[in-house]
């Protein structure tokens, strides 16, 4: 995303799309204090279970998802979030098309 976009409104679900059989990423900031990158997941879409050093915060946008920190599953449905906790092991899958935004923060 360029510079000029920054300084513009703009809909962050409006900013990555759904692709028929994919998990798509975009990454909107990416810093050494920390990262925004927005994802859309098309239905049935998988992240298998994998850890992260850093504390993330998804948002999702649009959708239904279910997401799982430290074997325990979590449904969340458009304008829900939830902190998945550094270190902590973590998967993602999309009951329904969806679309978040992951903030992680490094410092």
């Known amino acids: 995303m360029s510079d000029t976009l920054f300084t513009q409104p703009f809909n962050l679900a409006n900013s990555v799309q759904i692709q028929t059989g994919s998990v798509v990423s ?55 979030s939830i902190i998945m906790p550094a270190n902590d092991p973590h998967a993602l899958k999309a009951i329904k098309p969806y679309k978040m935004a992951l903030i992680m923060i490094k410092s």
Request: zero cysteines.
């Open 26 to 80: 975009k990454t909107l900031i990416n810093k050494p204090s920390g990262t925004v990158t927005l994802f859309a997941f098309d239905e049935g879409q998988t992240l298998s279970e994998h850890t992260a050093p850093y504390d993330a915060l998804v948002v999702i946008l649009e959708g239904e998802a279910e997401i799982s920190i430290s074997g325990t599953w979590h449904h969340l449905q458009t304008g829900e």
